[in-house]
């Protein structure tokens, strides 16, 4: 069973900064491809970023110089972050944590594993 818990979700004003986590097992955490996805209201869920077990990176072009996903394999607390800068109303929506142990792309077919999802909310 993969657990995957979000948290750092809250309202903000535009320009404004979160930090997003996604805790999870040791395993997930140092073996599986990870991922940030986002759903607004009557839009489909799209990918903000990935980041492979290795570390490699790719961000949605939308987000690119803003948001920054980071996983440290020496950091015991096991936790997937995205920090986000210069946050604009359309980054509104429900952030979800991704993973699987096999594939790695910003598609969210994807990936099998999914968090619940936390609220970010961005005011003008």
């Known amino acids: 069973q993969v657990s995957l818990v979000e948290s750092g979700g809250g309202s903000v004003q535009a320009g404004g900064s979160l930090r997003l986590s996604c805790q999870t097992s040791?395993?997930?955490?140092?073996?599986?491809?990870m991922a940030w996805f986002r759903q607004a209201p009557g839009k489909e869920r799209e990918a903000v970023a990935v980041?492979?077990?290795?570390?490699?990176?790719?961000?949605a072009d939308s987000v690119k110089g803003r948001f920054t996903v980071s996983r440290d394999k020496r950091n015991a607390e096991n936790a997937l972050y995205l920090q986000m800068n210069s946050l604009k109303p359309e980054d509104t929506a429900i952030y979800y944590c991704?993973?699987?142990?096999?594939?790695?792309?910003?598609?969210?077919?994807?990936?099998?594993?999914w968090g619940q999802g936390t609220q970010v909310t961005v005011s003008s």
């Open positions: 991704a993973a699987d142990g096999l594939r790695c792309s910003l598609s969210a077919s994807t990936f099998t594993h």
């Open positions: 040791r395993y997930v955490f140092t073996s599986f491809c």
């Open positions: 980041i492979t077990s290795v570390g490699i990176t790719t961000y």
